[in-house]
């Protein structure tokens, strides 16, 4: 599978500006890295491991940051994880059919810009956190962990508003959870693609695109973006994502056009 190179330059831009806007507001880009692969390429497999891959890329770092600065601890991460984890492995080993593959694609973008949304209201600083039974870091760890391995994100993007809405914890403690639970479930994806016989990366493209989000994921994880807040970026981010999630679950999926 070979791009025209100026297909993949344009690709590899798309991919560095989502790493950069993305990564600095404690996201990989999953969703974006999704929504822009189904424009160029046809192979669903394909599709579902580079946006793995390059997920895994841009959280790395920033998990690394916000343990570094201890705004991330192990043991309140892991009930999240620990459920996280096997479902999406499992998600990732299912081999489905094309068409189902993208109804739910489309359905998770859609869902993704919803989200992203959400998270632009009531951004307060001093909020009253709340406490919840264990088990519901269980459920929605495994819930989240199921649809990230289904698609081909980390799942993050729907944990975020989820815990900001229910005042599970300070903003940045939740950026760093989300962080952390996009690179696991990113891992046992990947995991679960091998697992299903489902993993395709086309070596040049894959590689290039690694680069992209490696250099913009640094980028954004160290400056801080001054013409444009994080509301800002959510919102058009989230413009984007839910034009081509329609796009994909009417045309691709439904095939209504």
Wanted: aromatic letters at 12%.
């Amino acid at each position: 599978m070979l791009l025209p190179i100026n297909e993949l330059a344009l690709l590899c831009f798309g991919f560095f500006i989502i790493a950069t806007l993305y990564s600095s507001v404690g996201f990989g880009g999953g969703s974006s890295y999704l929504a822009l692969l189904t424009l160029f390429l046809t192979s669903f497999f394909a599709i579902r491991s580079i946006a793995l891959v390059c997920n895994l890329v841009v959280v790395s770092g920033s998990t690394f940051l916000y343990f570094k600065n201890h705004h991330a601890k192990i043991k309140e991460f892991l009930p999240f994880v620990v459920a996280s984890i096997p479902l999406a492995f499992l998600g990732a080993s299912f081999r489905l059919e094309e068409h189902i593959f993208f109804i739910i694609l489309g359905s998770a973008l859609i869902l993704s810009a919803i989200s992203l949304v959400v998270q632009t209201f009531n951004l307060k600083t001093n909020v009253e956190t709340k406490t919840y039974p264990s088990y519901l870091s269980y459920v929605l760890g495994a819930g989240i962990g199921l649809l990230s391995g289904l698609v081909g994100i980390g799942g993050g993007i729907f944990l975020a508003p989820i815990l900001n809405h229910l005042k599970w914890d300070k903003a940045i403690k939740i950026a760093a959870l989300a962080s952390f639970f996009i690179l696991v479930n990113s891992v046992s994806g990947l995991f679960g693609l091998v697992a299903g016989n489902a993993l395709s990366l086309p070596w040049r493209e894959t590689i290039c695109l690694v680069i992209a989000v490696l250099l913009g994921g640094q980028l954004g994880i160290r400056i801080s973006l001054k013409k444009l807040s994080a509301k800002g970026i959510k919102r058009i981010t989230a413009l984007l994502v839910l034009v081509v999630g329609v796009r994909v679950l009417l045309v691709n999926g439904l095939g209504i056009f």
